[in-house]
């Protein structure tokens, strides 16, 4: 089936084959006999699948969503202040840095001296956005980040260039959607292990049913 | 002076071949400057000499330098399968007459690379057999990857332009059937993404076929040469959508060798278990997609499970399922998951019950026995002269892959072999695809063992990856960095350099050019679909309609690849 493969290294020149030779059929697969192992892995998944032997790979979208990581590259979020107002300081890093040149933005004067900059305008062009997460790596500010949000769907295309407002939604917000963001280490541990947990939990809820069933949702 | 060939040099004219050397060489491989005068006799001699036989012409495309005398060059990259060595040609071109012989005589893969570089930048070949235009429309006017097209302009493509191929066939024999020109595509559920084919049938068998690309053109090579070096990890993600992971390591393997940096070793633990994966998630949808196409449906649900799981790992990485941009020049973009290393081990239990479900299935059942065995059959030899690498030519018998001739990452420290097969037909490249996945594993398997190393996840220049994000706030000369790097880009040193990985269908190389501008000067791709594609029309030489649809399949032809 393999060849050495230090016959590569041999000196002098191999020759490299000349004409193809397929394979020639056995007379068990002339008579169509290996179907019959065939249908029995057929059977045998159908069985499973029908018994609840095993885990569906299936889910009803929507009603049943698959789970992202934290690091989901989705939505963006606009990132806000305690008091509300947008964090962004309009220094265009994330602009220039994007690949998909979908951001734009118009810098204002900010009252406070401290901030000296905001975005006056800042849309994000999401159809033409490739969700690489160069912004968030490049933001100083932690002002924008993503969330696990992943149902986009527009009527127009006017309508897909998502504005300040829409990015700062508070909904989107919720600690359990963020995604893709600046790292902390603790926090994924945290969150690794309460995955582990929840797992061992079903783990040990199986093992005490006995015979190893996930009854389908 | 080369140190090979000394009768060929002595034949040529004084000047004809010379070396490049000196500090502005290229220092990744030998690169011989070649006046066009002497190539077909150059190219004749390489090709066949038996001492250097440099059978495979892995790529062959244009570059432009606008203040050089000699504008254009057409750059050769060859191979020598049996002695692994690697040469570069170049030929420099005047503007007024970018004129070179065709060597599609010396590698029938030439062919589309040639079209390429008339459609690019508008060199021309004598004595090629269908110089036209090939990603590009046929209304397109002007070269877009000379340095002075403005990619602003817009053209109208009417249809009547379109071509229309005039198929030669060979006499109508004594066929009872009237002959028929059919086309399939560009839009078609059996084409697997934009292509077209132009089928003369006599019957049910095809006696002539075009096929045509083009449908999909992504401009990567030219969007590459207007921004920074990071800002094209995205763009490759689209090259082979299937295993975008590869690309990823592919590509910035490539910029880091030319910055002289080395990705951390737990970086490139995890690139090398990561593309193993991405190469089992591509075969299961070539080999998947391949059977449905014959009618097998089920292969195609137990094959995307493990695509599904693999995904699921790759998102929990890096934060994305296809386009993942994984990869950071230096290293990878965020650390580890805490439970990497428990959910590879998980997949490494989930996906050989699977594999041996399928071989139950398929492998020994007549019903694909009979549309895969001897279909589209092609000997190493042709394969190698067209250009082709990857699982395809290792199933026509030849041994060559990258990860094993030029070990890189850290193939060279696990036990695995190369599969080879001798069939050269769908059914072996079927099983072959199998066989690798195995190899895949146990790969995979090799390196979990072995544990994730310590240490950084990027490597820690702040001239090539950004500093951390603690330190970006908290410290000027992080910030500083911080800015430099994203406003400017990494400032790669001048020079050029051909990078390589295996990709899941042959080798997927980069050559990169750089001004030291902070922009790339040209990113040029190897796809390895582009010759398996180029080769559609002569395999599918007296099969029928139905067996170019396996055959597609098999050779896992990826439109984001072949067109760029």
């Known amino acids: 089936m393999s060849v050495d493969p230090r016959a590569l290294e041999l000196p002098g020149v191999r020759e490299h084959p000349q004409r193809p030779e397929p394979r020639r059929m056995t007379l068990a697969e002339r008579l ?93 062009d999401m159809l033409r956005c490739v969700f690489c997460g160069y912004c968030v790596d490049a933001c100083p500010e932690e002002a924008i980040i993503m969330s696990n949000n992943y149902d986009m769907a527009y009527y127009s295309r006017a309508q897909s260039i998502v504005g300040k407002a829409d990015l700062m939604k508070p909904y989107t917000i919720d600690p359990d959607n963020l995604g893709y963001r600046p790292s902390y280490p603790e926090e994924d541990a945290q969150r690794a292990q309460m995955r582990r947990a929840a797992v061992d939990l079903v783990a040990a809820a199986k093992a005490k049913t006995g015979s190893g069933a996930a009854t389908p949702a | 002076m080369p140190p090979e060939l000394p009768e060929l040099v002595a034949r040529l004219p004084e000047g004809a071949v010379t070396e490049s050397t000196g500090p502005d060489a290229p220092q990744d491989q030998p690169t011989w400057i070649v006046r066009r005068e002497a190539l077909l006799d150059v190219c004749r001699e390489l090709q066949s000499n038996r001492a250097t036989r440099y059978d495979l012409l892995l790529e062959m495309f244009g570059m432009d330098y606008p203040d050089r005398d000699e504008r254009f060059e057409a750059v050769y990259h060859l191979y020598s399968i049996p002695s ?23 590698w029938k893969g030439a062919n589309w690379y040639e079209r390429e570089a008339f459609d690019m930048f508008g060199l021309r070949f004598d004595g090629h057999p269908n110089l036209r235009r090939i990603l590009t429309h046929e209304a397109f006017q002007g070269h877009p990857l000379r340095k002075d097209y403005d990619p602003a302009r817009r053209w109208i493509l009417t249809e009547d332009k379109m071509y229309m191929p005039k198929l030669e066939a ?108 991405s190469r089992v998630m591509d075969h299961c949808v070539a080999n998947g997609s391949t059977l449905v196409d014959v009618g097998a449906l089920t292969n195609f649900w137990y094959f995307f499970q493990p695509r599904e799981e693999i995904y699921g790992l790759l998102e929990s990485v890096c934060g994305a399922r296809l386009t993942v941009s994984a990869c950071r020049i230096g290293g990878l973009l965020a650390d580890l998951p805490p439970d990497f290393v428990a959910r590879c081990r998980h997949l490494l239990e989930f996906i050989p019950p699977l594999i041996d479900d399928i071989e139950t299935l398929v492998d020994k059942n007549r019903i694909w026995l009979d549309r895969s065995v001897g279909i589209a059959a092609i000997s190493g030899e042709d394969a190698v002269n067209w250009g082709w690498t990857g699982p395809c030519l290792r199933a026509a018998g030849v041994a060559f892959d990258s990860r094993k001739a030029h070990p890189y990452d850290l193939y060279d420290t696990v036990e695995w072999e190369v599969p080879v097969l001798r069939g050269g037909d769908v059914y072996d490249r079927y099983r072959l695809r199998m066989l690798e996945i195995r190899q895949s594993l146990a790969i995979i398997r090799q390196l979990v063992d072995r544990g994730m190393p310590e240490g950084p996840y ?29 406003m400017d880009g990494i400032q790669v040193p001048p020079g050029e350099l051909y990078g390589f990985v295996e990709g899941a269908n ?44 396996a055959t597609l399949g098999g050779l896992n032809v990826i439109a984001g690849e072949l067109e760029r």
């Open chain 2, 458 to 486: 990027v490597v820690d220049d702040p001239h090539v990856a950004l500093p951390p994000k603690d330190a970006c706030y908290n410290q000027m000369e992080s910030m500083i960095y911080h800015f430099k790097l994203i």
């Open chain 2, 170 to 277: 060979p006499e109508k024999g004594d066929s009872m059937f009237e002959r028929m020109t059919i086309n399939i595509g560009p839009s078609h559920p059996a084409m697997h993404g934009t292509f077209r084919m132009i089928a003369m049938v006599d019957g049910e068998e095809i006696v002539a076929s075009e096929v045509e690309i083009g449908y999909l053109h992504r401009c990567f090579e030219k969007m590459s040469e207007t921004h920074t070096w990071q800002q094209v990890i995205p763009y490759t993600d689209r090259l082979n959508y299937c295993s975008s992971f590869i690309n990823n390591v592919g590509y910035c393997r490539t910029v880091e060798r030319m910055l002289g940096v080395e990705a951390p070793p737990k970086a490139v633990w995890a690139r090398t278990i990561l593309s193993e994966f």
């Open chain 1, 32 to 124: 169509y006999l290996p179907l019959l192992s065939g249908l029995a892995v057929t059977i045998r998944h159908m069985v499973q699948n029908l018994l609840g032997l095993r885990q569906r790979v299936t889910i009803q979208y929507p009603e049943e969503r698959r789970r992202y990581s934290h690091r989901y590259r989705g939505h963006h979020i606009l990132t806000t202040r305690p008091d509300g107002s947008v964090r962004c300081v309009a220094c265009y890093l994330c602009a220039t840095a994007c690949p998909a040149e979908c951001i734009h933005i118009e810098a204002g004067e900010h009252p406070d001296v401290n901030i000296e900059k905001y975005p006056v305008v800042y849309e994000i």
């Open chain 2, 84 to 106: 692994g060595e690697r040469l570069r040609l170049k030929v420099p071109l005047a503007e007024s007459d970018p004129v070179l012989p065709t060597v599609t005589t010396v």
């Open chain 2, 506 to 549: 042959g080798e997927l190389g980069f050559y990169c050019v750089s001004d030291g501008s902070g922009k790339p000067y040209r990113v040029r791709v190897r796809p390895p679909c582009f010759p398996l594609f180029s080769t559609f029309p002569t395999l599918m030489q007296g099969h029928t309609i139905s067996d170019a649809i």
